[in-house]
């Protein structure tokens, strides 16, 4: 129980932007570190708050290195091997690297309610905005946590401002504001492309439905997640192509474009 509130007090700490509280618990549980299991949790607390302060790049780093020196450690992460990965994918997913993302998920049980919001996270992030829409549609209500309630309204409210459905964006980022006022959780406004978010909370304030505003502009600088277009098939293909031939004109030849083609791919 001591041990959980330490967690807690770590974890409240990167919603806070409380560096002090989060030394505070990690150096309290260290000494026991190697023999609990609620380690991946300091973990997590430990990177969200890299990624607040540095972005998203710094976290991964971190968490990619805490995790191998941990695999050295115990030798393997136990049950909480999938908890890591849905993390690392969504590191992943606002950092761009939507192939790895993609690569994670996959291995990973379809049914999994936390599997279906990383996989609407990246269709917003690679602008897939009716894949998402359709997606954050397909998770049901009961039983989310109220983290997850405000993650699954942030999301609906995003795609469907995106994909022209005002209305039902402007009642999901309602529900959405109401959850983060009434639980104390602005973080949660850290976990969707910052720009569309910005967009569908100004649209909704024009519109005199509600005011975040207040809230998301006191997002981290470093925290906003960008999201971008994702390559083709063939644009991906021609990267590769490009990695493994010493000029163009080979990489075309191989691909048996001109290479104009591939410099244009190449802009791409």
């Keep these: 129980a001591w041990v959980n509130g330490e967690v807690t007090r770590a974890h409240l700490a990167y919603q806070d932007m409380n560096e002090e509280d989060l030394h505070l618990a990690v150096d309290r549980v260290e000494p026991w570190n190697d023999r609990i299991e609620q380690w991946s949790m300091l973990l997590q607390a430990e990177t969200e708050t890299t990624r ?17 020196r941990t695999r050295e450690e115990r030798r393997n992460l136990g049950a909480w091997s999938a908890y890591l990965a849905l993390y690392r994918t969504l590191l992943n997913t606002i950092l761009g690297n939507f192939t790895a993302s993609g690569q994670i998920l996959s291995k990973l049980p379809s049914a999994n309610v936390f599997v279906q919001f990383e996989k609407v996270r990246l269709a917003l992030y ?37 994909c022209n459905m005002q209305d039902e964006a402007y009642e999901a980022l309602r529900q959405a ?18 720009e569309a978010l910005e967009g569908v909370t100004q649209a ?17 600088v470093p925290a906003r997640g960008v999201s971008r277009e994702q390559l083709t098939r063939t644009e991906q293909l021609t990267l590769e192509m490009m990695v493994s031939h010493s000029t163009l004109s080979e990489a075309a030849e191989d691909l048996n474009v001109s ?9 791409a």
């Design 52 to 68: 607040y302060l540095r972005g998203p790049g710094w976290a991964l780093s971190q968490l990619d290195t805490s995790v191998a």
């Design 177 to 194: 504001g109401a959850r983060i006022r009434s639980c104390n959780l602005s973080m949660m406004l850290r976990s969707v492309p910052f």
């Design 259 to 267: 290479p104009a083609t591939v410099k244009r791919h190449r802009l």
């Design 204 to 220: 909704a304030k024009d519109a005199g439905v509600c005011d975040l505003s207040e809230l998301v502009a006191a997002v981290p």
């Design 126 to 162: 690679s602008e897939h905005w009716p894949r998402a829409l359709l997606l954050v549609q397909q998770i049901g209500v009961a039983g989310l946590s109220q983290r997850q309630l405000i993650d699954r309204s942030l999301m609906a409210a995003i795609s469907a401002w995106k």
